[in-house]
Nanobody
């Protein structure tokens, strides 16, 4: 059993920055690839970023590449998503997820690769 708790969301102006955190407990955090997904109102959940167990491999959606940075601190059982140059279209509920794999390459862009999800945190970007 894995528990994932996101934090750090809120209201930010376009062009601003936000850092999301995902605190994990339960299964050995350092053995799992992790990911961030988001779901805007009326939209399907979409991939944002993923990171391998060691942090050595990262993957991004084209829409956030160059603006968002995913990282992790295995000593703190926490994953982060630094979001810069935010746009109104980044408005969504952001979810963190854990995969039962150490890495998965490009397959980590699929939500089906993950077996545990957090409850989500809202990020709203005003124009």
């Amino acid at each position: 059993q894995v528990q994932l708790v996101e934090s750090g969301g809120g209201l930010v102006q376009a062009g601003g920055s936000v850092r999301l955190s995902c605190a994990a407990s339960g299964r050995t955090f350092s053995s799992n690839a992790m990911g961030w997904f988001r779901q805007g109102r009326g939209k399907e959940r979409e991939f944002v970023a993923a990171i391998s167990w060691s942090g050595g491999s990262t993957y991004y959606a084209d829409s956030v590449k160059g603006r968002f940075t995913i990282s992790r601190d295995n000593a703190k059982n926490t994953m982060y998503l630094q979001m810069n140059s935010l746009k109104p279209e980044d408005t969504a509920v952001y979810y963190c997820a854990a995969a039962p794999y150490m890495n998965g390459g490009q397959r980590l862009k699929s939500s089906g690769m993950y077996d545990y999800w957090g409850q989500g945190t809202q990020v709203t970007v005003s124009s």
